[in-house]
């Protein structure tokens, strides 16, 4: 299925259904990249460490639909504190309005296709598709080239939805396989604030490849906080881009919690393109099994006077593979920055591996960067501490990686998720008591 | 008492961008050639030039299939583009690929030699009697591509130290070559190694028997000489169980417009418990201001600790070339074994330098160390890229690896490309890396002491770069700071 005729058909067919959206050139654009640079294999440097094309030897169903799914698996599905949040259903890759809820005023939604028609074309057009600029393999302009049931998002300017965004990704394998690829764009007015959650389910037992693509566009003195919760199935796999452009002086502030899934690629960039931006970017990786995270971040300082700082920490337990790859670009203009990442990594055992490289490309000399890279085991002093006070090795070793993994947990602010989040942890470590504030 | 500390004024911070700019203007002090008859081969590569070379050195049948073998798998690589350096793509039949003196050597008498070559050493404060009087320093020197003196060649002989030129190596102790040379960098390992594996002209030998410790610093100078001549230089050291041996390498070029091609292959083999220290001070021509010009330096250094306890140690100070692409290398195989890393890189004008290291974690309980500083000016770039690997069975692995980058200007550039790889959940693995420039803060510090600012800038990078300096032997220190202070005169005292 790695041959471009299989994709070409799936294309043909989208091309002769969605004729009307005012997206047909771009996805047309894309298929031409598509076609010219191919799946990555190992060998392209950015996917060194995830054997990507190895998923792309099955055949895949292209939903151009969201399919039924019943109240029962909604409910199984729906986090915490989704009876005050704003919802939003993509199933297998197609937004659906039918099960989503807003419940801000202040929020507006909508098809990407409608949006791409009236007052936001503007913005549509000029915001759609710029993560390709970073992303130049074959995967990106995948989705790209499969742009439809995407959904936009818009907040208004000066308002601040009092609910967090919920933003659901069910891929329904029940009968076939399924390569899902949802794509958004999030435009966030100068002056205004939003919380996004997003989190991704699979249903059955089939394949299940959710080919991702969100693009965050955040406006002067506007502040954004998004929250990533990967805990698929261990056959679901994916690649979750999240491409976020500070086109004003702005916050970001983003958490990606990576905790199961079978191959697991996130691309994070953050592109600052205003003076006096300011990023924050944590990740923690807890896996066990077979499975495979890969993160790769990107920070791109175009202008002067901004601050971004990374934290990834991972945990590897049985035979899981961790990567980590992050990038720190600090044009020539770019003076006054300061960039700091750091990536810390646990390995549990001895199955476990870790892949990191923390990269730095500086061409502005007034400037404070740092990384920092570790790997290691558990702390023989501190279990020993631990244990010399009659605290059990298995607690006791729970404990430290409950310590070393809340250094990234603290950093979840909408306290619902927080503590969905904790609980998977403690559920993973086995835990005894679950662990919540009072404990801390 | 008034502690408000004023910003320094604005002739101080002119005086600082100027004390860079001379820096960066900084003319090559080396520059100059020899006027040496040279036997040369005709321009270009083919089977024929492997075959003259081999011919000319009066090799062995084994060495000249092992150089076609070489020749005919290099016509199936490709020259990697992974490397953060741009250049216009090299045209490999534009090359001599053997240029000789032509005078007769007689070894071991000093008078005999041409007396333009003496003074080519004596330009570069170098010459051999007085390096032999005075500080008991034993050169092998090279000068394009054949050895034309060795030194203390018999008070090493006394202890069974073998130093010698590679083609005399391979008429005199045939079997150690055929054992050890490419062994550790293997003929197919990558484009440069298999050219050089097909061409070398000459280079050093070096074995140091079981349990004897080399009582002084060897050391070879190598020099580009005539036009358009590439020089391929293979070095191959092994040291014994128990051994110890300090090698020096220090390179000047004379100035050229053309851009000329340097790929040496060095092998280092150390036994258990043996020990090598390896430091290299690297000065080819890097071109002139506008980047017209230089030496494209791109070496594969590599060693292996075989043995038990074993330990290998690089050491460089980088501030020549116009590109370099060297990442000196240890394969961790025995227990205990240990690697270490020090460099030194500085680039200047349109010097581009993608250097680091690689540690190979294969043994249990291995250790390796990197410090790594990078200096960058003028329109520079400056990558580091390194990689640790600790494999599956590499118990209680440890690795430090520390790469700072300091920015002299702000167009130059420094980049960092650090993998790391753990397979192992027992070792424990640490990188960290900073890139900034000199402090204002620092600058006024020295100034307010009454320290002008062009030597605390001296200072300041004499800091910065101390960790690497002081690993270097002291008959070396003297010339490493001395070719920094070329490199970034001005800036350093």
């Given at each position: 299925m790695n041959s471009i005729e299989y994709f070409k058909e799936h294309f043909d067919q989208l091309q002769l259904i969605d004729k009307q959206s005012g997206l047909e050139s771009i996805r047309q654009r894309s298929f031409i990249e598509l076609a010219e640079k191919g799946i990555p294999t190992v060998r392209n440097e950015e996917w060194k460490y995830t054997r990507?094309?190895?998923?792309?030897n099955k055949e895949y169903d292209f939903p151009v639909d969201a399919v039924e799914v019943s109240e029962n698996d909604l409910k199984a599905i729906r986090l915490p504190g989704h009876e005050e949040a704003n919802e939003l259903f993509f199933i297998n890759g197609n937004f659906s309005p039918v099960y989503s809820n807003i419940r801000s005023a202040d929020l507006i939604t909508m098809p990407l296709e409608v949006a791409a028609k009236n007052e936001y074309s503007e913005i549509v057009k000029k915001h759609?598709?710029?993560s390709s600029h970073y992303l130049k393999d074959g995967i990106n302009a995948l989705n790209t080239a499969f742009v439809h049931g995407g959904v936009f998002i818009h907040v208004q300017k000066g308002k601040a939805p009092e609910h967090p965004v919920y933003i659901y990704n069910i891929t329904d394998a029940r009968s076939v396989n399924i390569l899902a690829q949802p794509r958004s764009l999030v435009h966030i007015s100068k002056n205004a604030q939003v919380q996004i959650v997003e989190t991704y389910t699979t249903l059955g037992t089939s394949a299940s490849f959710t080919n991702q693509v969100m693009e965050i566009i955040v406006e002067q003195d506007a502040m954004v906080e998004y929250y990533k919760i990967q805990n698929d199935a261990s056959h679901a796999s994916q690649v979750s881009t999240t491409h976020i452009r500070q086109v004003g002086k702005s916050f970001t502030h983003t958490v990606t919690i990576s905790l199961n899934g079978d191959i697991v690629r996130n691309n994070l960039n953050v592109i600052m393109?205003?003076?006096?931006c300011e990023a924050h970017l944590y990740g923690l990786y807890f896996q066990s099994g077979k499975t495979h995270v890969d993160n790769h971040t990107v920070v791109d300082?175009?202008?002067?006077h901004c601050l971004s700082n990374q934290l990834y920490k991972g945990i590897l337990n049985d035979d899981a593979t961790g990567v980590f790859n992050g990038k720190i670009f600090v044009r020539q203009v770019a003076q006054k920055t300061n960039a700091y990442q750091s990536n810390k990594n646990i390995l549990l055992s001895e199955g476990a591996t870790v892949n990191a490289k923390p990269q730095l490309e500086i061409f502005a000399d007034d400037v404070k960067c740092s990384h920092g890279c570790t790997v290691g085991k558990l702390d023989e002093e501190g279990l020993f501490y631990l244990r010399s006070r009659g605290v059990s090795e298995k607690m006791a070793r729970a404990l430290l990686v409950q310590a070393f993994a809340v250094d990234v947990l603290e950093h979840i602010k909408p306290t619902a998720i927080r503590h969905y989040v904790d609980q998977i942890i403690s559920q993973r470590l086995e835990f005894p008591i679950p662990l919540d504030e009072d404990l801390i | 008492m008034n502690t408000e500390i004023l910003p320094p004024k604005t002739s101080d911070i002119e005086n600082e961008l100027s004390t860079i700019e001379r820096a960066v203007q900084n003319e090559y002090k080396y520059g100059f050639v020899t006027d040496i008859e040279a036997d040369e081969a005709p321009m270009g590569l083919s089977e024929e030039i492997v075959r003259f070379i081999s011919a000319k050195k009066n090799e062995p049948v084994w060495m000249l299939e092992w150089r076609l073998k070489a020749y005919n798998q290099w016509l199936k690589m490709e020259e990697p583009k992974w490397a953060n350096v741009k250049f216009p793509p090299i045209n490999y039949q534009d090359i001599i690929y053997y240029s000789a003196p032509k005078q007769k050597i007689a070894p071991g008498s000093l008078d005999e030699i041409d007396p333009e070559l003496r003074r080519t050493f004596e330009k570069l404060g170098i010459s051999l009697d007085e390096q032999k009087r005075l500080t008991g320093v034993a050169v092998d020197a090279v000068i394009d591509s054949v050895s034309i003196s060795t030194s203390f060649r018999e008070q090493l002989g006394e202890l069974g130290i073998i130093f010698c030129s590679m083609s005399e190596a391979i008429q005199d102790h045939p079997d150690l070559i055929k054992k050890?040379?490419?062994?550790?960098?293997?003929?197919?390992?990558?484009y440069f190694s298999a050219l050089n594996s097909a061409v070398f002209s000459d280079g050093s030998f070096c074995y140091i028997p079981k349990g004897v410790r080399c009582p002084m610093e060897l050391s070879t100078y190598f020099r580009i000489n005539a036009e358009n001549t590439g020089q391929f230089e293979r070095t191959l050291i092994v040291a014994e169980a128990g051994s110890y041996v300090s090698y020096l390498e220090g390179c000047t070029a004379p100035m050229r417009d053309e851009n000329q091609l340097h790929a040496a292959v060095v092998e280092l083999i150390a036994m258990d418990d043996a020990e090598i220290k390896y430091s290299t001070v690297q000065n080819w021509y890097p071109g002139d201001k506008n980047g017209k010009g230089g030496i494209y330096n791109f070496v594969t250094k590599r060693g292996i600790c075989r043995g038990k306890n074993s330990k290998i140690s690089w050491t460089q100070v980088e501030t020549g070339s116009a590109i370099t692409w060297k990442y000196p290398s240890v394969i961790l195989k025995g227990d205990n074994s240990t690697g270490e890393f020090y460099s030194v890189a500085v680039t200047n004008n349109y010097q581009q330098a993608d250097t680091g290291t690689k540690m190979q974690h294969l043994g249990k309980n291995t250790k390796s160390r990197i410090v790594s500083k990078g200096i960058s000016a003028g329109f520079s770039n400056n990558s580091y890229r390194g990689l640790v690997h600790v494999s599956k069975n590499a118990v209680n692995a440890r690795n430090y690896s520390q790469c700072d980058s300091l920015l002299l200007g702000d167009k130059c550039g420094a980049h960092t490309f650090p993998y790391i790889e753990v397979k192992n959940n027992t070792a424990v693995v640490e990188h960290e890396a900073t890139t900034s420039k000199i402090g204002e803060d620092q600058i006024f510090y020295c100034n307010q002491r009454g320290i002008d600012t062009e030597t605390a800038v001296a200072l300041i990078i004499n800091g910065f770069a101390k960790e690497v300096m002081n690993q270097l032997p002291m008959e070396f220190a003297v010339e490493a700071q001395k070719l920094l202070a070329i490199s970034l005169e001005g800036s350093v005292g």
């Open positions: 990507i094309s190895s998923l792309f759609l598709g710029h393109e205003a003076d006096h300082n175009k202008s002067p | 050890y040379m490419s062994t550790v960098v293997p003929i197919t390992d990558n």
